[in-house]
Structure formats: structure tokens, C-alpha cells
Nanobody, 129 residues
Framework: QVQLVESGGGLVQAGGSLRLSCTAS????????MGWFRQGPGKEREFVGV????????IYADSVKGRFTISRDKVKNTVYLQMNGLNPEDTAVYCC??????????????????????WGQGTQVTVSS
């Protein structure tokens, strides 16, 4: 079975940094892109960013662009979300998601939930002011 497990969440003060990790199992035989989503209290789940299979391309939501960075380690089957300059609006449950892809695809289309097949359980990030 496909399993995605996030870690690295916690409580930080405004302006601080956190690095989230997402380790995947059951996907080693497939090509996939990995996205990050988040859902704050009383809010809809929103797209954060995605990284391509080649790790060459990334896309970020405008709200996190310039502050968050996604990277990928295929050997470890792990993707990371480095979050800098955190503010209280970043408080949310952060989830990673995997989408299996074909040989030819466009990373630009992977910003909606319907594109992803597998999801992690989420990790809580709380930013205090």
C-alpha cells in the first residue's frame, strides 16, 4: 500500500523556520510528483507547492513564494518543505500528496487536489505572534 508520512511540524514563533519531511513508501516503482497542501483552522485546504519528478521545476502558491522551498531526495524517497519567515497565517495542518504521472506531463497542472491520488496524515504547524 502507498503510504506518506509527514514529520517536522511543531510550534514556532513568528519569523522562525521549520522544515517538514514527507517520506513515501509503495511508490518506488512509479514516477510521481509530490505536492504540499495546508488547511488552517476554519479554512479550506489550499495548495502550497509542488515539485516535478526531475526535481528541476517547482511551483508555489503566491502566499508562500519566496519564503517556502520544496526539495526532493529520490534515494530516500523523501520530499521536504523548508519554511522560512513564518507568520501566524501559516498556521495549519500541512499534508503531502503524491500524484503518479506518465512519461509526459505538465507540472503546471498539479496545483489542485483532484490531481493527487495519495495523501499523508498531516503534521501540525503552529506559529505564534
Amino acid at each position: 500500500q502507498v503510504q506518506l508520512v509527514e514529520s517536522g511540524g511543531g510550534l514556532v514563533q513568528a519569523g522562525g523556520s521549520l522544515r517538514l519531511s514527507c517520506t513515501a513508501s509503495g511508490l518506488t516503482a512509479s514516477r510521481y510528483v509530490m505536492g504540499w497542501f495546508r488547511q488552517g483552522p476554519g479554512k479550506e485546504r489550499e495548495f502550497v507547492g509542488v515539485i516535478s519528478w526531475s526535481s528541476q521545476y517547482t511551483i508555489y502558491a503566491d502566499s508562500v513564494k519566496g519564503r517556502f522551498t520544496i526539495s526532493r531526495d529520490k534515494v530516500k524517497n523523501t520530499v521536504y518543505l523548508q519554511m522560512n519567515g513564518l507568520n501566524p497565517e501559516d498556521t495549519a495542518v500541512y499534508c503531502c500528496a503524491a500524484a503518479q504521472i506518465s512519461q509526459v506531463y505538465s507540472i503546471n497542472s498539479y496545483y489542485t487536489e483532484d490531481k493527487y491520488n495519495d495523501w499523508g496524515q498531516g503534521t501540525q504547524v503552529t506559529v505564534s505572534s
